[in-house]
Every structure is written in structure tokens, then in C-alpha cells.
């Protein structure tokens, strides 16, 4: 797609030796850039239309709110990113999922990065860890108009 950062990297770029995202629906140096049933979101795991709702009604609540504080864009910060992946990993860690080379732990191209592709904490847990960002977005930093 040739997404670009603000820092002017390509996320095909960021992505080669491992994907980081925040909350499985950001990306740190993307602002105000959200994405669904994508890479460490529950999307693998779960049902499709479940997962599509919690993230949908979070993404619509999250830009509520950047219009009601008066932002002019959200980012989340990279530490928080790193912080949401060490969760990832620990979630698949207690699983048989880094045993074997599938597509849950990006093994099923020889390319990709060995790594959980997905949130293994199941649709509840996933979505307190996500709604418990809003409304002060907790791992974002906020820039004002």
C-alpha cells in the first residue's frame, strides 16, 4: 500500500523483522491511521463480525473523543507499543502456538517473522484491554490543534 510514516519509513519496511501495533488498531508514527482485524488484534482467533465490533466501536469512540478534547491527531507512543507486544507474547507463550511454524505465529511464509500474529487472551480480556485506553487514551500521545 505504500503507507509512510511521519517519520518517512515505510511500514513494509518496519514490518520485515517483526509487526508492532498498539491495541491490534494503531501504530506508532502513523497518526490518527486505525485499522481493523489486522496483525495482534484477536483476528485469527475469534469470530470475524465479534472482533470487528469491539474494534469498530472503539475506533469510532476514540475519534469521538480526539473531536471532543479538540486534538488535532493521536499516536501511540512506541513504548506503549512494545509494552502491548510483550502482552502479545506472553498470552501465546503459556500456549502451544510458538511450537509450531502456522500462520498464528506468522510461520506460514518463509519471509515473514516468527512471531504471535495474534491476541490469544480471547474477546472479554481483548476488550477491557482496549476500552481501558479511553476516554484519556492511555499509550497515546495527544497533540492538540
Not at 518517512?8 to 485499522?35: C, Q, R, V
Not at 506472553?90 to 498464528?104: E, V
Request: net charge positive.
Amino acid at each position: 500500500m505504500g503507507l509512510r510514516s511521519i517519520n518517512g519509513t515505510s511500514l513494509n519496511d518496519e514490518w520485515k523483522k517483526a509487526a508492532y501495533t498498539y491495541l491490534g488498531t494503531t501504530i506508532s508514527g502513523y497518526p490518527n491511521m486505525f485499522h481493523l482485524y489486522g496483525p495482534q488484534g484477536p483476528t485469527l482467533l475469534s469470530n470475524g463480525p465479534t472482533t470487528v465490533e469491539v474494534q469498530g466501536r472503539w475506533i469510532v469512540d476514540a475519534i469521538k473523543q480526539v473531536e471532543r478534547q479538540g486534538l488535532k491527531y493521536i499516536n501511540p507512543t512506541a513504548e506503549a507499543q512494545a509494552e502491548y507486544k510483550k502482552k502479545i507474547n506472553a498470552l501465546s507463550d503459556i500456549s502451544l502456538f510458538p511450537t509450531t511454524k502456522s500462520t498464528y505465529m506468522g510461520g506460514s511464509k518463509p519471509d515473514k517473522a516468527f512471531e504471535q500474529t495474534n491476541w490469544a487472551g480471547g474477546i472479554p480480556a481483548y476488550h477491557a484491554e482496549i476500552r481501558a485506553t479511553l476516554p484519556d487514551f492511555v499509550g497515546f500521545e495527544k497533540v492538540k490543534k
